[in-house]
């Protein structure tokens, strides 16, 4: 199962749109990842710092490479992000609950990422539960 085999092989996660609001889903999804062995890294060009890391304008910016970019931006917003995502070599594209974009999805997968659509990190990771390491 694809969902199972990103949540077991890739730890570093960048989450576009991460909102600094304990409220919101984005923060709940990134605090839980966090808390389940998963380094977050934050994409929010309006915030310093979300959750006590650093926080960057776009994935472009960032330090490091990441592996999981996971997406909380509206869908009709999703093709700049991957194209982003395939130029910094990212593995995933994770797009969240509600978020789908058909031609964003194939054109990550014909750059060779893997991509989920209209689903939530969150959820999946406690669904898959003890399958996971």
């Known amino acids: 199962m694809l969902e199972a085999k990103i949540l077991n092989e ?3 996660v960048a989450i576009v749109g991460l909102s600094p609001n304990p409220s919101r889903p984005s923060h ?9 062995g998963y380094k977050v890294i934050p994409v929010n060009p309006r915030a310093q710092e979300i959750l006590g890391k650093p926080s960057y304008p776009n ?7 990441v592996e999981v970019v996971d ?5 009709e917003e999703v093709m700049p992000i991957v ?10 594209v994770w ?15 014909d750059a060779g990422l893997l991509v ?13 539960g003890k399958r996971l390491d």
């Open 10 to 12: 890739y730890r570093t």
């Open 28 to 36: 709940r999804v990134a605090s839980y990842l966090a808390g389940n």
């Open 59 to 65: 994935l472009s910016s960032l330090p490091e490479p």
């Open 71 to 75: 997406i909380f931006r509206r869908s």
């Open 83 to 92: 194209d982003e995502a395939i130029k910094i070599g990212a593995k995933v």
């Open 95 to 109: 797009m969240q609950e509600g978020v789908i974009n058909e031609e964003a999805a194939s054109k990550a997968r």
């Open 116 to 128: 989920v659509m209209n689903k939530c990190m969150l959820k999946e990771h406690q669904r898959l």
